[in-house]
């Protein structure tokens, strides 16, 4: 198992901890690498799960499939970040999601649901704790964000509503998004058909350029 620690350190789970306490985290957690291609699913809803992970390279989607074949996008995962930490540390929690690889994707699994018997007095025990915190009240705020981001009744008001915060986050007014035309759809809730409708008014009108997922914001100064 191949692991970069200095891509490790600067993730948020493994913030502050020293090379030591690293190695000694990925051995308790009983780390393990998986890689998978594109449309692969990691994780069933329905699955009950030991263990979180970290995206190392590539990319995951969470999302809901109802037994009729209709996909919602909640969150993409990019590497670097997590995903199901609170079902890992649940562990008798069933999923409610899927966890599907957007692209090829290497994923490093670590195993938490025994975190309460270890020794809190550990350091690592105490920075690993402190930061799956952190990571948690992240997601907290990222479902807050989506839910702000459906609310508006119009396909206009939820795109325009998606493309500021994608602004602010890239702090440009140009930027690539994590989705095809599809999976926008998907993650705004809305029929693709509508959404590229929208999105080809919006370009003719001179609010925005769009090529694939590269937008270009054009503001009342433009």
Known sequence: MKINFEQLQKSR??????KDETETALSELHAQVSTFKKGARLLHAGDKTKRMALVLSG??????NDPWGNRTILS????????AETYAFLSDAP????VVANEPSRILFLTI???????K??????KLIT?????SMQKNLMLSQRSTLISPKTIRARITAYLHVMAVQKNSYEFDIPFDRQQLADYLNVERTALSKELGKMQRNGNITVKKNHFTLHTLED
């Open 13 to 18: 789970l493994f913030f502050t901890m020293t």
């Open 59 to 64: 990319s995951v989607t969470i999302e809901t």
């Open 76 to 83: 993409h995962v990019s590497a670097g970040d997590f995903f």
């Open 95 to 98: 999923l409610l999601v899927d």
């Open 113 to 119: 649901s025994h975190l309460s018997e270890l020794n």
């Open 121 to 126: 007095t550990k350091l690592w025990v105490i």
């Open 131 to 135: 930061n799956l915190l952190h990571i």
